[in-house]
């Protein structure tokens, strides 16, 4: 029986991923100016200060002081497209307006607040906006609420959810279900193939993205190799890539289980869960794929122990999880995946990670993200990317000019995160979808049939929202429905 999960890989830290999830969410929100909300999300963040959102002028608005230096006024940096660091320095100023709600919630005196306008000419596409208190040096502070992104983009349905597969009628066996994200590529013939599959994996295929038909024959099976170390169990291809349409390279979930060598988890494969990506390449445009010799892209390197708990009230999950589709840029590949740290590392590290590559063909060659650069390696702990939150898909965007992030968050939906540059992200911002159970919407990816590019890596102003709509056991649909993005105050 297959279990019921979020996302592939993506069950693995949902307790963690619930409470970033939450946190974020907080912080995008916008603060009132009441001294009683003031304190609150100062306790609770430990924050300096905040940025309480933005006027409809295009202000940001809020407020910082040094708890050292109570009464001094604060200087106020501002960064566009990324922190100290990376992003561009646009401003300093004092930050001197009044602000009696703060003096009067900490009990101090001084003036604290600060109203930035940004400048017209960034006003015409959104930026992320940074908002540090102090200069230009490492003491600076990060202040809560940003980055900000200005103008605003709004997401929301501008149609109907369609049915691409339906389960009760396109079934090819029991276990043919939707289960990942849909990704999609063109293959030397110009037939586009869309494969949102299980361990046992079929595509469907046809002359465009809207009429691809659903196929039973099988194009990748899980070896079910029960050996640890060799992470050949059972396998998702969720992540193809093309340069030519003939040469396709498959990045596979790949997921091992503790009840594999200990008889007491039984059948929970949820709460004693390790996973690593892997590699199988096509060289008939996709119709099997078969694993090179160097097939371990990531994996950890601690093996299961008899010691380890795979009850739901204390599991053990860990590895590197497929979260996004591979996306090219500057000569390199890029995808966004989801790492859980070993069993030894307390506090348990989980996050959003990317990795990139200039050779697909080879498993070794990929790169993590460390905070300060890429380095190779299959197993060191990679650097969490602040903001996002189960990131299962990857485009760029070319309406907003940015990297759009596809997120699902469990039991509140659809949401979205965007980058100037793949590493720093704003936080979490809804899709409008009405109608829908949260809880049984998984899966999302966002896909554009107006995409030329070979394996759909840019959307536009509409594009469609892909998701699986679970109904009782293993039935469940893929469906879609397109989505429009404006530009909100």
């Known amino acids: 029986m297959t279990p019921k999960r979020t996302s592939p890989g993506h069950l693995v830290t949902l307790a963690v991923i619930t409470t970033l999830a939450a946190a974020s969410l907080a912080a995008a929100q916008p603060t009132t100016y009441i001294a009683s909300a003031t304190a609150k999300l100062v306790t609770q963040a430990s924050s300096k200060g905040s940025v309480d959102g933005t006027n409809a002028s295009g202000a940001l608005v809020g407020w910082a002081f040094d708890p050292a230096s109570p009464s001094t006024p604060s200087t106020i940096s501002i960064y566009m497209d990324g922190p100290r660091g990376t992003g561009r320095l646009i401003d300093s100023f004092p930050g001197n307006g009044p602000r009696p709600d703060v003096n009067l919630a900490f009990g101090i005196n001084g003036k604290h607040g600060f109203s ?58 029991a276990v043919d279900i939707p289960d990942q994200p849909a990704r999609a590529y063109r293959d030397a013939a110009g037939r586009v193939n869309l494969i949102a599959s299980h361990y046992i994996v079929r595509r469907a295929v046809g002359d465009t993205l809207d009429s691809v038909v659903h196929q039973c024959a099988v194009i990748h099976e899980s070896a079910n190799d029960p050996v640890f170390g060799d992470f050949r169990y059972h396998e998702w291809l969720v992540a193809p890539y093309t340069l030519d349409g003939t040469t396709i390279y498959g990045y596979i979930h790949s997921e091992w289980y503790g009840n594999l060598a200990r008889s007491a988890c039984g059948g929970d494969t949820i709460d004693g869960w390790v996973n690593a990506i892997t590699l199988a390449i096509s060289h008939d445009g996709g119709a099997s794929f078969r694993q090179p010799a160097d097939y371990l892209v990531r994996y950890p390197v601690t093996p299961w122990r008899a010691s380890f708990s795979c009850t739901p009230s204390h599991p053990t999950r860990y590895g590197d999880f497929n979260g996004t589709n591979i996306i090219a840029r500057d000569g390199y590949y890029y995808k966004i995946f989801t790492y859980g740290s070993d069993p030894a590392v307390k506090p348990q590290q989980s996050g959003e990670c990317l990795m990139r590559t200039n050779d697909l063909g080879r498993a070794s060659s990929w790169e993590i993200w460390t905070g300060q650069g890429f380095m190779r390696s299959k197993t060191a702990p990679c650097f969490i990317l602040p903001n996002l939150v189960n990131a299962t898909s990857l485009t760029y965007n070319n309406y907003l000019k940015l990297y759009v992030a596809a997120e699902y968050i469990a039991s509140r939906g659809f949401y979205f995160a965007v980058s100037p540059n793949l590493i720093d992200w704003s936080a979490p911002a809804p899709v409008s979808v009405g109608g829908l159970d949260p809880s049984s919407t998984p899966y999302s990816s966002l896909l554009d049939p107006a995409d030329t590019s070979r394996n759909f890596e840019n959307t536009g102003r509409e594009p469609y929202l892909y998701y699986t709509q679970l109904h009782k056991g293993l039935d469940r649909d893929l469906m879609r429905v397109r989505i429009g993005f404006s530009y909100g105050r």
């Open 116 to 173: 930035w306008q940004i400048p017209v000419s960034y006003q015409s596409r959104p930026h992320l906006w940074y908002v540090y208190q102090g200069g230009a040096g490492r003491s600076d502070a990060l202040i809560n609420g940003s980055p900000r992104v200005y103008p605003a983009i709004i997401a929301s349905a501008v149609g109907s959810p369609q049915a691409i597969f339906t389960y009760a009628t396109d079934k090819c066996s």
